[in-house]
């Protein structure tokens, strides 16, 4: 049942996205690229079809659904209101890894898709074989990241096989996504906006149109709860443990250093700039420090690495706190169950 076929030419030239699209309204669920990350899709209007998400994804049931769509047209049928600066951001960053919250219109979609919650989140991906296929399946598709709930989002169709193979109907295989991190999460239903989840729009991006967005307090302090119901779980870690280091690179390395001398095989998460440093069992290099966008799109292809790895530790560099560093950090907290070591 497996529909795996190499995006090439553009939109028109692929051949499977119509065989995908058959499947969607079958109710199937088919993994599919997106800008940031492979999605998998199902019908958004259909019970059965979110249920095969959730069941295939091994995800937690209470955590809602993103919808995406490819016209504007699309979100009136079920969203309620839609606020003005909601309507800014759509028109300047749609489409684009931009997914916003409205008020949505009851009994209309599946409410496995957005569990107990009177909103909906609501993205238009910018990436061709995406619209493509939500255009042909003529359906808002529910698409959470096409991974086993826990791991990194998928940024290669293989990564979505390792996690899925033979728990879901299809990939559409449209080659790795550019972004790399998850879409930007914004709640516009507040006077001052709120993003629930730093993703591929910036928040200097987001002030830009719409002026003063607010960070979720929930991201950032240990203890409070996330407005962001996904943002709760344990996420993106690798099998052996992830420490972020907070110091330079001789201080990673004299960690290094003490670990392999009591035995143990030590990887480095590290950076173009600096992986011909390390002395370590594994270096992995995710992406050049000074080009931050380099480091999203590599990020998670980084992290799946240490499972092909006999390692025991996994120490990390960190990166700024800004532009797309901010979901960059989001990410590896999460993957390091916010272990952080500080160099004195
Ligand atoms: O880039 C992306 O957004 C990718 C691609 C496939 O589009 N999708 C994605 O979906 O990351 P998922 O399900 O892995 O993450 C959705 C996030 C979760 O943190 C979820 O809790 C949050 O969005 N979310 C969904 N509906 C929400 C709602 N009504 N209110 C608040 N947060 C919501
Ligand atoms: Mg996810």
């Known amino acids: 049942r497996w529909t795996v076929d190499k995006y090439v030419d553009g939109a028109d030239s692929y051949p499977h996205i119509s065989q995908a699209a058959d499947l969607l309204k079958e109710n199937e669920v088919v993994a599919f690229p997106t800008e940031t990350v492979y999605g998998l899709g199902g019908n958004a209007l259909n019970d059965e079809a979110v249920a095969k998400i959730f069941a295939a994804k091994g995800r937690p049931s209470d955590n809602p659904l993103i919808i995406h769509i490819a016209d504007m047209n699309q979100l009136e049928e079920f969203v309620e209101e839609i606020p003005e600066k909601a309507e800014q951001l759509m028109e300047k960053l749609w489409p684009g890894p931009l997914t916003l919250i409205f008020k949505k219109k009851e009994g209309i979609l599946s409410h496995m898709a957005t569990p107990e919650l009177s909103t909906v989140a609501v993205r238009m991906p910018d990436h061709p074989v995406a619209l493509a296929l939500i255009k042909e399946a003529g359906l808002p598709i529910a698409a959470p990241s096409a991974n086993r709930s826990g791991k990194p989002s998928p940024t290669t169709a293989a990564h979505v096989w390792d996690d899925l193979n033979g728990r879901i109907a299809g990939i559409v295989d449209g080659g790795p996504t550019g972004v790399g991190v998850e879409s930007t999460v914004v709640d516009c239903t507040e006077e001052t906006p709120v993003i629930l989840r730093p993703g591929g729009v910036t928040k200097e991006q987001l002030e830009a149109i719409i002026g003063d967005v607010r960070m979720d307090p929930g991201l950032q302090e240990a203890g409070q709860a996330p407005k962001s119901p996904g943002m709760k779980y344990r996420h993106y870690a690798p099998d052996a443990p992830?420490?972020?280091?907070?110091?330079?690179?001789?201080?990673?390395?004299?960690?290094?250093?003490?670990?392999?001398?009591?035995?143990?095989?030590?990887?480095?998460?590290?950076?173009?700039?600096?992986?011909?440093?390390y002395q370590a069992d594994y270096v992995v290099a995710c992406g050049k420090r000074l080009n931050l966008e380099t480091v999203a799109s590599s990020l998670y292809d980084a992290l799946r690495q240490f499972n092909h790895m006999e390692v025991d530790v996994i120490y990390g560099e960190m990166f700024p706190n800004e532009g797309v560093g901010h979901a960059i950090m989001n990410r590896l907290m999460k993957a390091a169950g916010h272990r952080v070591i500080t160099s004195e």
């Open 242 to 277: 992830l420490f972020l280091v907070d110091g330079p690179k001789e201080f990673i390395q004299k960690l290094v250093d003490e670990k392999r001398a009591e035995g143990q095989s030590v990887a480095v998460l590290s950076t173009e700039e600096t992986k011909d440093f």
